[in-house]
């Protein structure tokens, strides 16, 4: 950006003053080194400013300003050196940005020696006599009756010779002229002779060592009372700077129109009467204007149709004002909405005057039809996901229904069986609890899919947790004569904060898939204290078993979704290959990983660590037992059953009989909530699922009925056969109490009875 090789000065500045220049600014200014200059305000060489600091610092701030707004000034403006000589210099601003910070370029080029020439060519008489106090520029005089000619020191300079008495004779003078230009030196000479006035002409001369000079004359003759011309007086400058600037800023136009026309962007320069300056052979083509000339031609006669919007923005942007709208649009004469992105800003002359505007387009139809296909295919994919978990959620709802039965009907025969009904029973058990795993591995992976499992922060003892999960499983690894063993740390904590559900649902993965998968040997289960601190405890579960082991290439494989080790495995164990996915995603949304290590037939281990607050609580020991919950009578409770699958009505009524509860059945909603109105139950066991009303419906309309303080209070249990996260929330928020899935734990249902029946009975004994 600093500029080494340029006569010009260069400089950096921003808002703490100089930070860097070129030697030519060093030049100028007078200065040896560059930390001179570093850190000062520019407005300080300018006598222009007035000498306090406060005011100096405004207006250069002021001029800034209106860079950083209009993105160029230029002016001229009075300097000081170093030594107190003043300079006058042309200066250029323009906004760059450094470091990714906004700062100025500055552009100084000495226009000294031009001022001074312009002022004394606006007066020849003046120029003639003060030729010889000029500094830069030099005096010559022709005799014409002698035909010698006298120049002064700064002329024999300029033409690169030693001076001496008199200037070069007229053979001499007309060789250094350069050929090019002697026709026109003759010209003006003529014209000077013929006419009596000053003449004004640049020209160029050959110096003796064959260098080339830009010259800037002026001559005017003298009469003698005879009206003769009897001497040609005049001075002379070297300007062959000012023509190689004059030559950079065409090239450098040049080099900008050239930009323009090939930039890859649709580009028109105008000025104050909407004509073309320049435009860029993407702005032809977007408007279809390749095959004409429209240098010089107003936009709005090419374009007689502009709307008046249009020229209400380009007449803002003449104000001064910058225009852009990132998106807009219009419909070709076909239909077709086209998209594009514009912008309107003014363009500067010298002095601050707005010569005209730029405008800038690019069509972005393509990219948005592309933005409107991903939203429509979003919408279509979010649709497509609400129908995949209704289906889901209806799917769970059937297939629960007789999975309810199997199982209920199961675990009743299992209460006093025939000798020889005991196996088949327990297959039929084991086979509808596999299957209802396999539902539940599904439904859980569509809601972690679709981002709707929540985790619950409760109290909880680790030790029982795991405790009671290898309890649960026991029963199965009997069955294949495989040992189960437990190794709990002493140091783990009573009670610990988190999510005990999800935690048992990834170890009964774990352990589940170890017993599966480990014919001979045992599976040991281990669960230590790995960390701890004032606010949290951090714990190391461990599964291992000594089953068929998992090959190196295949373990990371074994978390994909629908994934098991080989096809002979799933064919031989069965299984969804959902199980370790779910416990991958489970325990990533906890902040753990799930990590492997196995080798085939020596068995595998499953481990992770999982942080979890710490509880206050002292939870006395549970360590939980096969044995079923032991029920007491419930007699004196009257519920009622809101039930349309009269297979479930009945199982339902096997175990509350078995518990001595009282039971009324509703087969709708409607029957329901008239029951409820006419009749005093203790609960309701509400279905969700049911003809003419739902048990949503049902729920609602209970709650409204009189008295309030009764009937806002009567405990509603929903019964669903859907696991979905959706509908439960939706059953709590239309005001039940509390849910059991279908299929029903016998235990379950009967403790969740139980405790609302003390409930209701403490809530008696209090009034």
């Known amino acids: 950006m600093i500029f080494e090789r340029s006569t010009d000065a260069h400089l950096l500045i921003d808002d703490t003053g100089i930070i860097d220049c070129n030697n030519a600014a060093l030049r100028m200014l007078g200065c040896k080194n560059k930390t001179d200059l570093i850190g000062l305000n520019p407005s300080k060489f300018s006598p222009e400013f007035q000498p306090d600091g406060r005011r100096s610092a405004e207006k250069a701030a002021e001029i800034n300003q209106q860079v950083y707004k209009k993105g160029y000034q230029q002016f001229e403006w009075l300097h000081s050196r170093m030594d107190g000589s003043n300079i006058m210099v042309e200066v250029t601003m323009n906004p760059v940005t450094i470091n990714n910070k906004a700062a100025l370029l500055i552009v100084w080029h000495d226009i000294t020696l031009q001022k001074q020439a312009v002022e004394k060519l606006k007066s020849s008489e003046a120029l003639l006599r003060d030729t010889q106090q000029l500094t830069h520029s030099g005096s010559w005089e022709m005799d014409m009756l002698t035909g010698k000619n006298y120049w002064s020191a700064e002329a024999f300079r300029i033409f690169g010779l030693e001076p001496k008495g008199h200037g070069p004779g007229t053979e001499e003078f007309d060789r250094m002229i350069h050929p090019d230009d002697r026709e026109k030196y003759l010209d003006s000479i003529r014209s000077a002779l013929k006419g009596g006035e000053a003449s004004n002409f640049d020209l160029r001369i050959i110096r003796a060592n064959g260098e080339v000079r830009h010259i800037q004359a002026i001559g005017k003759p003298f009469y003698n009372e005879h009206n003769q011309v009897i001497k040609l007086h005049g001075a002379i400058i070297d300007i062959t700077k000012h023509k190689e600037a004059e030559e950079d800023i065409r090239a450098k136009q040049e080099q900008l129109k050239s930009f323009i026309e090939f930039s890859p962007a649709a580009i028109a320069v105008f000025d104050k009467d909407m004509r073309y300056i320049a435009a860029s052979n993407i702005w032809k083509r977007d408007y279809k204007l390749e095959r004409k000339n429209i240098i010089g031609i107003c936009h709005y006669d090419i374009f007689p149709e502009s709307s008046h919007r249009w020229k209400e923005f380009h007449q803002r942007g003449f104000a001064g004002e910058v225009l852009s709208n990132p998106e807009d649009s219009y419909v070709r004469k076909n239909g ?155 140091d783990l904590p009573d009670a610990v904060i988190g999510e005990p559900v999800r935690l048992g649902q990834i170890l009964t993965n774990l352990i589940s898939n170890a017993i599966k998968f480990t014919n001979v040997g045992k599976v040991t289960i281990a669960a230590s204290l790995l960390s701890q601190d004032a606010d949290s405890t951090t714990i190391s579960f461990e599964v291992m078993d000594t089953g068929i082991g998992i090959p190196a290439d295949k373990q990371e494989s074994v978390f994909e979704s629908f994934t098991q080790a080989s096809s002979d495995t799933t064919r031989k164990y069965g299984g969804t290959g959902l199980g370790l996915t779910i416990t991958k995603r489970l325990l ?45 009578s419930l007699k004196g409770t009257r519920i009622l059953l809101a039930e349309d699958n009269q297979i479930n009505v009945l199982l339902a009524k096997q175990f509350l009989k078995q518990w001595d509860v009282e039971c009324d059945v509703a087969e709708n909603g409607v029957i329901a909530v008239q029951l409820a109105k006419t009749n005093n139950y203790d609960m309701i066991l509400m279905d969700l699922q049911m003809p003419q009303m739902d048990g949503y419906s049902a729920a609602e309309e209970i709650r409204k009925l009189e008295p309030v303080e009764i009937y806002s209070k009567l405990p509603i249990i929903a019964l669903t056969a859907s696991a979905m996260l959706d509908n439960k929330d939706r059953a709590f928020v239309v005001g039940m109490d509390d849910y059991v899935s279908k299929p029903f734990n016998p235990d379950d249902l009967y403790r969740k009875i139980a405790h609302y029946r003390q409930l209701s009975l403490s809530r008696a004994v209090s009034k």
Do not use: C
């Open 588 to 632: 990533e949304m906890q902040g753990s990983q799930i990590k492997l290590q196995s080798e085939p037939g020596k068995g595998s281990t499953f481990y992770f660590d999982l942080k979890l607050k710490k509880s206050d609580l002292k939870l006395g020991s549970d360590a939980g037992s096969d044995k079923p919950v032991v029920t007491k």
């Open 336 to 490: 077709r909405v086209q998209w594009f992105r514009w912008e309107i800003r003014p363009w500067y002359e010298k002095d601050n005057e707005i010569g005209g505007i730029i405008m800038f387009t690019e069509t972005i139809t393509e990219r948005k039809e592309a933005e409107q296909a991903l939203v429509k295919a979003k919408e279509q994919a979010e649709n497509a996901a609400q129908a995949k978990t209704q289906f889901l959620s209806t799917m769970s709802h059937e297939i629960r229904k007789p999975m309810n039965a199997v199982i209920g009907f199961t675990h009743l025969l299992l209460q006093n069986p025939r000798e020889d009904q005991i196996e088949y029973l327990k297959i039929l058990k084991f086979s509808g609890e596999n299957l209802l795993v396999l539902i539940n591995d599904i439904l859980d992976f569509s809601k972690i899919e679709a981002g709707k499992l929540e985790f619950e922060d409760v109290d909880f003892s680790v030790k029982d947790l795991v405790r009671n999960t290898r309890l649960a499983l026991i029963q199965r690894a009997n069955e294949k004569g495989i040992q189960v063993k437990l190794m709990i740390d002493e």
